[in-house]
C-alpha cells in the first residue's frame, strides 16, 4: 500500500508529538516536588540525585565490609528512599535556620568555609575519593556532601557557640515542628520522621 504525503505527515506529526509528551512528562516527573518543606520545595531529581550518591556510598562500604569478610544485609528500596528523603528534609530545616541566621550572606559564609576546610588538600585525590565512594563528579560532590555539611557546622557553632544551647536538641525540636508536605502522596511527616500513609 502506497501512502500518501499527507498521511505520512501526520505519522511525523504524530509521533514528534508523542515524543514531546513523554519527555515533558518525564521533565514533570523530575522537577514536580517530592516533598515541600515550608515553603520550599525538594524536587524529584534532587531527591534522586540524593538517593543514587547514598547508594553509592552503601555499595563502596559493602565492598569493602567483604574484602574484611564482613557482610550486610541489604536495605530495602523503600527503607532507603524514606532515609535519603528524611536527610534532604532535614538538610532543608538547616539550611532555612542557617538563612535565619546569616540571611543573604549564607551562601558565601558556607563557600568560605568549605574553602578553609579544603585550603592545602589534594583535591585531585579527593575529586577521586568522591567518584569512587560517591559516584559523583567534584561539582556535585561539594553540592550534596561538602555543602550540607558545613551548613550544619556553622549552625552547630551558632546554636552551641551564641545560643548556649545543646545543638542537637535545639535541632531535633525545629525538624520535629518543621511544616512538611508529599505533594505526590505517600507519605507523611511524623515526629521528625517519613512515614508511609
Known sequence: MVYSHTVKRV?????????IFVLGYFVYAALKPIAVVGDTEISGSMFKDHRNAFQSYARAIEAANAELG??????????????????????????????GVFGGETQSKVN??????????????????????YGLSWD???????????REKLLR???????????????????????????????V???GKVVEE
Open 112 to 133: 568560605t568555609a568549605i574553602d578553609a576546610d579544603l585550603a592545602g588538600q589534594d583535591i585531585t585525590s579527593l575529586t577521586t575519593a568522591a567518584e569512587k565512594v
Open 189 to 191: 511527616w511524623r515526629e
Open 11 to 19: 505519522v511525523v506529526i504524530g509521533i514528534a508529538l508523542l515524543g
Open 140 to 150: 556535585e560532590f561539594r553540592t550534596l556532601v561538602l555543602t550540607p555539611v558545613t
Open 70 to 99: 564482613k557482610t550486610l544485609q541489604n536495605i530495602p528500596q523503600d527503607v532507603s528512599d524514606r532515609a535519603a528523603l528524611e536527610e534532604l528534609i532535614v538538610q532543608e530545616v538547616v539550611r532555612q535556620e542557617l538563612v
Open 157 to 187: 557553632d551558632h546554636v552551641e557557640k551564641t545560643l548556649g544551647q545543646d545543638y542537637d536538641t535545639w535541632l531535633d525540636e525545629r525538624v520535629r515542628a518543621a511544616t512538611v508536605t508529599f505533594p505526590r502522596g505517600g507519605y
